[in-house]
């Protein structure tokens, strides 16, 4: 698949939404035509060879004239190449140079990411033709005649940038960026969100409306209702976010070895920081009249005890308390190797060792080996207290909903990677990958980012260090990275606007929305 047609089926599906015209008219950056040259002086010309340079920059291709004539140039799309047409001439023969050109048409590979191949035959009676073979789409190539000996030079271009925006709704746009680098070529697509606006609020949601699950962004946005979302954090093979998830003020999933996450307040302000889980359970006898002070004759726990949470909403391990609560699911799925307490209103319910229901308006706490102690004797009308908070206080600052991920890529506008920091292996920390990621602009914009990737001809996606100089450019002060490969997904109004390499969308874990109070239409594209 082209560049060109994936433009085309993008733009097409947004057109369907929008007054005719409001999109460029394609993603691809050459533009279709012919144009005639002239050689001074006339006659006929023998094409003796043809040559090529590779640079980080262009592919230089010339053809070898023993004298001047007119030729024509034309750039086509699909399939991607360059038609050179030299009139009033021959390919020299016998062949004396390097490649052999002359019927049948000979064949120059070139070991490029940009051009495939170079073809040259004999056309008609006196016109010879070349056919550089483009492994992508490509902006016009520089083409231009030398003298001395006589040569027309093919230059044809390896590094460009190309962007085109587009108003989506007020305060959002999208951006749409194709980029030639010395390695091939980079498509991606950004939202820039600007949060000043009241309209305008960002929030988090999970795959399923209870529960833990997977769902593309798709569904997750149709949902939910937003103009557009992303994709978020990391997850495991159940759909269990591996990472902080708070919704409407609840913490839903606890952070992971202290990774950056990104958090944000009703008002729409926006926290991008390293964060620690730090929660703790008070468990107060009915028997205990004072906390910490024990009642004689009392059974089981008689004094009030104060213990860590190690987790929330996940399996549990050895030796671990994990709160569970009601975005679980209906139980806790325990084994019968634990203590549980289901808890509501304060106050234990019900207690058993697995398994147990977790209440609608509670939680249960569920514990293993040396941690089996602190809810050992625990009974139904027992008091208990717990105190869910993150070390940066978070919770305090008002956020209500975050999301993790890691690592970061930008602090204080400087490029800075956190990648050894947060423990992130090679796959994600050193590899070139599709991406997700997310910035905050110094005026108070968000900036949700997908890079396609792991298509050569389309988009060989981005490094982590490519990833943040990119975000720097784009203004951000602040950025971090999300799941990517084939996790990374766009959508803008239902349809998905990035090209997911697994060739349709993954189910996720939770996505990043975009929610905008609105009457209208697309607005017309910002030229």
């Not at 994990?322 to 207690?351: D, H, K, M, Q, S």
């Not at 970061?408 to 590899?431: H, M, W, Y």
Request: glycine share 12%.
């Amino acid at each position: 698949m082209s560049r060109y047609f994936l433009a085309f089926v993008i733009c097409f599906a947004l057109l369907a939404l929008i007054f005719s015209g409001c999109l460029p008219s394609s993603r691809a950056l050459a533009v279709s035509g012919e144009c005639e040259h002239l050689l001074p002086g006339g006659g006929l010309s023998m094409v003796t060879g043809v040559r090529f340079e590779t640079y980080p920059e262009k592919v230089r291709i010339v053809f070898d004239l023993t004298s001047s004539t007119t030729y024509r140039v034309s750039q086509m799309h699909n399939p991607p190449r360059i038609v050179i047409e030299i009139d009033n001439a021959h390919v020299h023969e016998p062949c004396t140079g390097e490649p052999c050109v002359g019927e049948p048409p000979q064949v120059l590979s070139v070991d490029d990411v940009a051009v495939r191949a170079i073809r040259i035959s004999q056309v008609g009676g006196d016109r010879v033709r070349g056919v550089v073979d483009l492994r992508y789409a490509l902006p016009r190539c520089q083409v231009f005649t030398l003298e001395d000996p006589d040569r027309i030079v093919v230059d044809v271009p390896k590094q460009y940038m190309e962007q085109r925006r587009l108003t989506i709704a007020s305060g959002v746009k999208y951006v749409q960026i194709d980029k030639g680098t010395s390695l091939g070529p980079v498509m991606i697509d950004m939202l820039d969100v600007d949060l000043n606006n009241p309209k305008i609020s960002v929030r988090t949601a999970l795959a399923q409306e209870s529960g833990f699950g997977r769902a593309p962004v798709s569904a997750i946005v149709a949902r939910e209702g937003a103009i557009a979302g992303v994709n978020g954090v990391y997850f495991d093979s159940t759909g269990r976010p591996l990472g902080l998830i708070i919704l409407n003020g609840q913490i839903v999933t606890e952070p992971v070895l202290g990774r950056t996450a990104l958090g944000i307040t009703r008002d729409n302000k926006v926290f991008m920081d390293n964060v620690d889980f730090n929660a703790t359970v008070t468990v107060i006898p009915a028997s205990t009249s004072t906390p910490g002070v024990a009642e004689s004759g009392s059974e089981g726990q008689d004094a009030a005890t104060t213990f860590a949470i190690d987790g929330i909403n996940r399996r549990r391990g050895e030796d671990e308390v994990i709160l569970y609560t009601p975005f679980f699911g209906a139980t806790t799925g325990t084994n019968n190797y634990g203590v549980e307490v289901a808890v509501a209103g304060g106050r234990v319910v019900e207690t058993g060792n697995s398994n147990l229901a977790i209440p609608r308006e509670g939680y249960v706490l569920s514990a293993h080996g040396k941690a089996k102690k602190f809810l050992t004797g625990l009974k139904p009308g027992d008091q208990i207290d717990i105190r869910l908070g993150l070390t940066n206080d978070w919770m305090e600052k008002g956020v209500i909903y975050a999301v993790g991920g890691g690592p970061r890529l930008v602090a204080n506008g400087q490029v800075s990677i956190t990648s050894t920091k947060e423990r992130f292996g090679p796959d994600i920390a050193l590899s070139r990958a599709p991406r997700t990621a997310v910035g905050i602009t110094g005026d108070g914009h968000l900036l949700l980012v997908t890079v396609s990737g792991r298509r050569p001809d389309i988009s060989i996606g981005m490094t982590l260090d490519e990833l943040a100089e990119f975000m720097v450019q784009q203004g951000a002060v602040d950025a971090m990275n999300f799941d990517g490969g084939g996790s990374s997904t766009m959508v803008i109004r239902g349809y998905v606007i990035n090209l997911p390499s697994d060739g349709v969308e993954r189910k996720v874990s939770d996505a990043i929305l975009v929610f905008v109070e609105e009457s209208g239409l697309f607005d017309r594209a910002i030229q």
